[in-house]
């Protein structure tokens, strides 16, 4: 059943307020709803505005901005790549993130500086997304940004195996794992105000893509004859989206699947126009990095589920059925 993008669009934004409320009513203290709204306007007492305001509150605008950056890349990435099975991670952004924190942890960084993890990952994404500036600028077809991106990434993956072989005790080991598996558990108005600049910079910049995006679906000449600056275009979509998912996973941890399978299921919606996609997978990815993460705060055994390892069981089967529906389509 197809869906009007603006009806799509109120539809989300309602399903996501909806659930961002409710996340604030999840966790070890039982909070009435009126607590909840009094301390939202500053009116409730010091324990719940603590509980409220720097612990759920943080948590609840993080997942919603993660969400939104990672689908909201994944479809100008698929848009631009004319590949239904692009991502953030093809870029290599991801995996350079990921490699800068897991130096800070084998550095011992985080000990002596509490921000060394979340500037070490932004180093490492900021780091990728010069290096794929610099091989846009030069050749800006896809088959080099493609080629680009998976060297970067899985030079950083390597990296990432080799500092971990070499981690110096089980414990910075544990945390490197942990950290790269994903969360947003203990998560503070400090790390918003740290990545919030750049994922707010990395959706600016994709503002206005959908129109590029459209016209290059028909063909890069056909794009060129409707005045569509195909280099510019390609360097929009690439700084844009390193720079939000750099941020995204800078605070967040390696969080996959959902940059992949969100542009797939707003297609099935309102069809397959790459401009009008943008929109609404930033808000289907908002909201289903919001359920994954209501996911992880349900009791599990002797220990907690991570927020990668819930998109991953729910992307992976979801993406399988997409391809087998989509199989005739995808030739």
């Known amino acids: 059943m197809k869906i009007s993008p603006p009806n799509l669009i109120l539809l989300l934004s309602i399903s996501l307020c909806a659930l961002a409320f409710l996340s604030l009513f999840i966790g070890a203290a039982d909070i009435p709803a009126r607590d909840i709204l009094s301390a939202l306007i500053g009116n409730a007492s010091t324990s719940t505005e603590i509980i409220i305001l720097e612990l759920r509150l943080p948590r609840v605008l993080l997942g919603i901005m993660a969400g939104a950056s990672l689908g909201l890349s994944g479809a100008a ?148 004859t409707l005045g569509i600056n195909l280099k510019v275009l390609r360097m929009r979509v690439i700084i844009g989206s390193a720079i939000s998912v750099g941020a995204t996973v800078s605070v967040c941890g390696a969080i996959g699947f959902v940059g992949l399978v969100v542009p797939h299921m707003v297609r099935s919606l309102i069809g397959h126009a790459p401009g009008r996609l943008l929109l609404p997978s930033a808000l289907m990815g908002a909201i289903l990095l919001t359920l994954a993460d209501l996911a992880t705060r349900a009791p599990f055994g002797h220990g907690q589920l991570r927020l990668g390892v819930v998109t991953a069981f729910v992307g992976s089967p979801l993406f399988l059925y997409i391809i087998y529906k989509t199989r005739g389509t995808m030739r």
């Open 77 to 224: 990435l698929q848009g631009l790549l004319r590949n239904p099975l692009a991502d953030p991670g093809v870029i290599g952004v991801s995996a350079t993130a990921g490699l800068g924190a897991v130096i800070a942890i084998y550095l011992g960084l985080s000990s002596s500086f509490p921000l060394s993890i979340q500037i070490m990952s932004m180093g490492g994404a900021l780091l990728a997304t010069f290096i794929l500036s610099f091989i846009s600028s030069r050749d800006s077809s896809v088959l080099t940004l493609i080629l680009a991106g998976i060297g970067i990434s899985s030079l950083a993956t390597a990296a990432i195996s080799l500092t971990m072989n070499f981690a110096k005790n089980p414990m910075s080991l544990q945390d490197m794992i942990m950290w790269l598996l994903g969360s947003l558990d203990n998560r503070t108005m400090t790390d918003i105000t740290l990545a919030g600049p750049f994922i707010i910079g990395g959706w600016l910049i994709l503002r206005g893509v959908g129109q590029g995006l459209n016209a290059s679906s028909l063909g890069e000449d056909t794009a060129q």
